[in-house]
């Protein structure tokens, strides 16, 4: 069964630094990989999406790299904001299941 | 992109009562998932709503407790039946998935007293 872990739990930085969050898999057979972002009390909001044959993908000041052999994939946040503030969680897709990580609680400090 | 809405937002239920989560999209996906999250918990895959049949259910959640329908490609419910205190917990859906992004619904909060 796949197993997704993400490291640190929780994270708490000054703000405009530059930061990365990990996520790591057990079984490199997978469809893609999400990374969601979820405030408190919220639903999920997509951020990007990796297809199992792409390396990384970047949308604005979110850039998310994988490497399917070594089961890691992390996600780099430039100049953090306060406004990143959040718990920040990666979904590995092997096709017919999802399954989740248990999150990094980003907190970014003014 | 699609847009998921979910009702109710939120509800307080009393135990043995049930309570019908509605998740509807704003265009055509062919999946469709209820999550669980459980307070401080990563999220908990329910079941695969399957269009015009039966839906498909992880180990540990079973039909007579979570039934499901979803009868067109844009719309699906979850029941949470005979209700307890550990069902309080936030339930979600989605929609999208396989090659596609997968789009989450707000949520509902459900507690149960």
């Known amino acids: 069964k796949q197993e997704v872990t993400q490291i640190p739990a929780a994270l708490s930085v000054p703000e405009g630094e530059n930061l990365v969050l990990n996520c790591s898999f057990t079984?490199?057979?997978?469809?893609?990989l999400q990374w969601f972002r979820q405030d408190p009390g919220k639903g999920l909001t997509s951020l990007l999406l990796i297809q199992s044959s792409q390396r990384e993908q970047t949308s604005g000041r979110l850039n998310a790299s994988l490497d399917k052999s070594s089961g890691r994939s992390t996600l780099y946040i430039a100049a953090s904001q306060p406004g990143d503030s959040a718990t920040y969680l990666c979904?590995?897709?092997?096709?017919?299941?999802?399954?989740f990580g248990t999150g990094t609680s980003l907190t970014v400090i003014p | 992109s699609a847009v998921i809405s979910q009702k109710p937002s939120r509800d307080i239920c009393q135990r043995g009562t049930s309570l019908t989560i509605q998740c509807q999209v704003d265009s055509q996906v062919t999946m469709m998932f209820w999550y669980r999250q459980q307070p401080g918990q990563s999220l908990t895959l329910i079941a695969t709503?399957?269009?015009?049949?039966?839906?498909?259910?992880e180990s540990g959640f079973v039909i007579d407790k979570f039934p499901i329908s979803r009868p067109n490609l844009t719309f699906s419910t979850l029941t949470v039946s005979n209700m307890s205190p550990e069902d309080s917990s936030i339930y979600l859906c989605s929609g999208g998935g396989g090659a596609d992004t997968q789009y989450f619904g707000p949520g509902t909060r459900l507690t149960v007293l």
């Open positions: 979904a590995v897709n092997t096709g017919n299941q999802f399954y």
């Open positions: 079984d490199s057979a997978i469809y893609n």
């Open positions: 709503a399957n269009q015009g049949s039966e839906a498909t259910y």
